[in-house]
């Protein structure tokens, strides 16, 4: 089995930055696309951003220039850099990760989510 443990969230006012990360463990071969989620209460869970395993993101409008998705694929571990933050960022955010195992089977697995507050 794979787990992901997201970190790194908290309450921050508005314009400042967190930096959350989410660390796979497990019996991984490799990682393939990771990415980022955020719930808002009472709204759907939507996308924030994924990065491929050679470094490629993708995102949501949004969040386009003040959030940056990187990875340490040494590590397996992938990042969210949250700058110029907005009330409207406040959600609880979930890591995804599209992970094989040496088995050669491929799952999708979902981190237990990381609240972030952006007070105004």
């Known amino acids: 089995q794979v787990q992901l443990v997201e970190s790194g969230g908290g309450l921050v006012q508005a314009g400042g930055s967190l930096r959350l990360s989410c660390a796979a463990s497990?019996?991984?071969?490799?990682?393939?696309?990771m990415g980022w989620y955020r719930q808002a209460p009472g709204k759907q869970r939507d996308l924030v951003g994924t990065i491929t395993s050679g470094g490629s993101t993708n995102y949501a409008d949004s969040v386009k220039g003040r959030f940056t998705i990187s990875r340490d694929n040494t590590k397996n571990t992938v990042y969210l850099q949250m700058n110029s933050l907005k009330p409207e960022d406040t959600a609880v955010y979930y890591c995804?990760?599209?992970?094989?195992?040496?088995?050669?089977?491929?799952?999708?697995?979902w981190g237990q989510g990381t609240q972030v507050t952006v007070s105004s």
């Open positions: 995804k990760a599209e992970v094989t195992y040496f088995s050669g089977n491929i799952y999708v697995t």
């Open positions: 497990g019996s991984i071969f490799s990682i393939n696309a």
